[in-house]
Every structure is written in C-alpha cells, then in structure tokens.
T-cell receptor
Framework: EAGVVQSPRYKIIEKKQPVAFWCNPI?????LYWYLQNLGQGPELLIR????????DSQLPKDRFSAERLKGVDSTLKIQPAELGDSAVYLC???????????FGPGTRLTVL | AQRVTQPEKLLSVFKGAPVELKCNYS??????LFWYVQYSRQRLQLLLR??SRESIKGFTADLNKGETSFHLKKPFAQEEDSAMYYC??????????FGGGTRVLVKP
C-alpha cells in the first residue's frame, strides 16, 4: 500500500503567486488532516476533515488559505497569494474512525522567494 | 490551552549509551500521549502511545500525571535510532498537539 500520497514534493514560487497542494489519504480513512511544519518546529494542525466536512479549521488563516475535500477522499490546500513566511513543509495525514493513529504523507516543501 | 514542551533540541549520545528524551505537557483534561519519529528521508510515523504500555524498538515511555511528563527512554542507543522525535498530546477526538521535536544523534 502506498500510504498517504502528496504532490508535489517540492514547490518553489515567487511571493504573491498562488500555490496548491494535493493529498490522497489511505483508502478507507475518513479523517484527513493538513499540518504546517516550520523549520525546527513540530507540525501544527491547519484543518481537519471528517469525510467532506471541515470539522476543525480554527488554525487556518482564512484570508489566504483555503482547502477542500469535495468527495470525501482526496483534498487540496491552496494559498493565494503566497507570502515569504509561508515557506514550510505542508503535511497531510489520515486516520480511520476506529483507530486514532494518524498516518502521514511525505509532505510538500514550499519555498517562497 | 494545551502545550507540549520538548526542552532539548539536540541529544548526542554514543552507541550503547542510555538516551532519554524529555517531554512535558500542559492540559487540564485527561491526556493521551504519543511519541512520533521521523528517520532521515522518511515520513513521520507513530513510535508508541502511552495507553499501549509497550516497548517499541527498545523504547519505553511512562506517563507521569503528577509531573505532567512523558519521557522517552532507551537503555542502549543504536545508530539506527538517529532521528527526529516528536512528543504529541491528544486533546480531543483526533486532534494532536506536537512538541517542537528533539533530534537524536547516536555516534558510533
């Protein structure tokens, strides 16, 4: 099994440009998470989905960040416009209802120039 | 508010020496603690959880509610233990708060 899949793995953009990240969770996992990991820090939750519903987006900067999980499977996270401070690793994770262990993807490393 | 503190950014030990990674938490409810590990060029993965009371790869961790700690220990470190270790606190259904991480370097 491939586990959680994320793309792209790396992205370099100039500030003020838009960027999007894609995540495909483990098959059958209802819960999907997007985390932000700054250099030298632990992951911080941005948004959590239960199926297609965003049940916790309190830490998502809604002025420039948006996310969707339209069919309750894969998800996209978008930043528009990107700022220098958005340079970080964006992690996606998923878990099943019966097991709260979160399985992480490899992450997308974003560099904003 | 919940918080997880890992005071050591880097721990450097020699192979065969004991290693202890400190983790302290702040939470008013009933805590559930985890240790996650990230080896070089690999994804973040669960190492162990306190409710399982198990030893994984020789590592153990005991939840001390009085001291609000969940330190990770291994009596004899191996070179393959070199990695980033993150302590995490579960405060609500499927919500994790992570510490800042500790890099362990095991020297030959």
């Amino acid at each position: 099994e491939a586990g959680v899949v994320q793309s792209p793995r790396y992205k370099i953009i100039e500030k003020k440009q838009p960027v999007a990240f894609w995540c495909n969770p483990i098959s059958g996992h209802n819960t999907l998470y997007w985390y932000l990991q700054n250099l030298g820090q632990g992951p911080e939750l941005l948004i959590r989905y239960e199926n297609e519903e965003a049940v916790d987006d309190s830490q998502l900067p809604k002025d420039r960040f948006s996310a969707e999980r339209l069919k309750g499977v894969d998800s996209t996270l978008k930043i528009q416009p990107a700022e220098l401070g958005d340079s970080a690793v964006y992690l996606c994770a998923s878990s099943s209802l019966n097991n709260n262990e979160q399985f992480f993807g490899p992450g997308t490393r974003l560099t904003v120039l | 508010a919940q918080r997880v503190t890992q005071p050591e950014k880097l721990l450097s030990v020699f192979k065969g020496a004991p290693v202890e990674l400190k983790c302290n938490y702040s939470y008013s409810g009933s805590p559930e603690l985890f240790w996650y590990v990230q080896y070089s060029r690999q994804r973040l993965q669960l190492l162990l959880r306190h409710i399982s009371r198990e030893s994984i790869k020789g590592f153990t961790a005991d939840l001390n509610k009085g001291e609000t700690s969940f330190h990770l220990k291994k009596p004899f470190a191996q070179e393959e233990d070199s990695a980033m270790y993150y302590c995490a606190l579960r405060t609500a259904v499927n919500k994790l708060t992570f510490g800042g991480g500790t890099r362990v370097l095991v020297k030959p």
